[in-house]
């Protein structure tokens, strides 16, 4: 276990009752996310889509009714009533292209949410590691200010005494001044990084909030692949469908039809003449012909478009391998300027405190001790930076290799 956020929490005070965890983090900040709510609405389109693309039937059926009467002219009786029901039906296998399609798009939707969730997560993460390398620094101005006071009275009890001369004495008046005016700079700096991690959770700007952010160090990739990828290689699939189902498309679609036709019309029968009606059943196929609109225009742009994403697809392949390369070199170059921090930082907060006890027994000058001081308050302040470090290393290479920051992979 690599806790990222140890030396980010020296020196912390009493932290807010409510301390949120990375898990609590990143969950929060995908439900709230507006743009996982707009990829979310986005696959339920898709969905939609797929629904409606695999029905057998695309065109709904037609009825028709016909009704004829010489009631305007001779008014014999003779009347005709046609009902029409037809249907066109596709015979070059459009409806497999389409469903084909559909799921390339609703993959391409479902990979893309996908990668919603993993920006936003990556954001919310990389806000809360700002929070609290934020609140270190705070913390650690706190210190440095308590330190600056007791320097300022111990000062003054050797100015008392004759020990030092009166410059000593406002040196080290400036000195807590200029660690004053740091502290309130830092708490600024500290609310400021709280409220844009409120943002990304959905809550108010001001809410109280302190984040721990412990997590493991991933030892060996355990790449999956992008969602980032996985949407282009998706809508490749589609454009190859859509041409597909273009060219198809401009094979004729016939439309069969089935009717019944009942016709009354005078007969006559030497002197004799009545009514005589016939019952007819009616079959009716049309076939239009393809001769001037064969989806020319729309054939040309699905090709072009086809073309765009294998380019598009080509590219995304070649980013994603150097992101990962260049993430994982960012990591072990963090993580190696993280531990040789972190170990020299014991050495150099005892040479504080030596150069303090002599300050203090009249063996060095205020230089020297501010000098030491300076040194110790820059090596902690260095540790918690290159913390905050890791932890973005961390959380960019597991985002190079299609990963939450918890580790897990967004389903």
């Known amino acids: 276990m690599l806790a990222v956020s140890a030396a980010l929490s020296l020196m912390l005070a009493a932290a807010p009752a409510e301390v949120w965890t990375l898990e609590r983090v990143v969950s929060d900040a995908v439900e709230r ?160 990084a709280r409220a844009a991690l409120n943002r990304r959770l959905g809550r108010p700007a001001a809410a109280p909030l302190s984040v721990s952010v412990l997590v493991e160090a991933p030892s060996s990739p355990l790449l999956n692949e992008r969602p980032e990828l996985q949407a282009a290689r998706a809508e490749e699939v589609a454009a190859k469908a859509e041409v597909e189902l273009l060219r198809r498309e401009r094979f004729p679609d016939p439309t069969l039809g089935v009717g019944y036709e009942r016709e009354r019309r005078p007969e006559s029968h030497g002197a004799i003449s009545d009514l005589h009606t016939e019952h007819l059943l009616v079959a009716r196929l049309s076939v239009p012909l393809p001769l001037w609109e064969r989806n020319q225009r729309e054939l040309a742009e699905a090709r072009a478009r086809r073309s765009a994403r294998e380019a598009e697809r080509v590219a995304r392949e070649r980013e994603v391998e150097a992101e990962s390369a260049v993430a994982r070199s960012a990591f072990e170059a963090a993580r190696a300027a993280h ?62 290799e299609g990963r939450l920051p918890t580790g897990g992979v967004p389903q």
Do not use: C, H, I, K
């Open 33 to 192: 996310s507006p743009e996982v709510a707009a990829a979310r609405a986005e696959e339920v389109s898709a969905e939609g889509v797929r629904s409606a693309d695999g029905r057998w039937l695309r065109d709904n059926p037609q009825l028709e009714v016909e009704a004829a009467s010489d009631v305007l002219t001779g008014d014999q009786g003779e009347l005709r009533v046609e009902m029409m029901l037809s249907q066109t039906v596709e015979v070059a296998g459009q409806r497999g292209l389409r469903v084909e399609r559909a799921d390339a798009s609703l993959d391409a939707a479902r990979a893309r949410r996908r990668a919603a969730v993993l920006e936003a997560a990556a954001g919310a993460v990389g806000a809360a590691v700002e929070l609290e390398r934020r609140e270190a620094r705070a913390r650690l101005a706190e210190e440095a200010l308590s330190l600056s006071r007791e320097l300022e009275a111990a000062t003054e009890r050797r100015f008392a005494a004759g020990d030092v001369s009166e410059l000593d004495r406002n040196g080290a008046t400036l000195e807590r001044a200029r660690a004053e005016a740091r502290a309130a700079l830092a708490r600024a700096e500290s609310d400021a």
């Open 339 to 400: 531990t040789a921090l972190n170990t020299a930082r014991p050495s150099v907060e005892r040479n504080l405190e030596l150069v303090r006890r002599a300050y203090e027994a009249g063996e060095l000058g205020l230089d020297a001790l501010l000098l030491a001081r300076d040194r110790a308050f820059a090596a902690r302040a260095e540790t918690v930076d290159a913390a905050a470090e890791l932890a973005r290393a961390r959380t960019a290479l597991l985002r190079a």
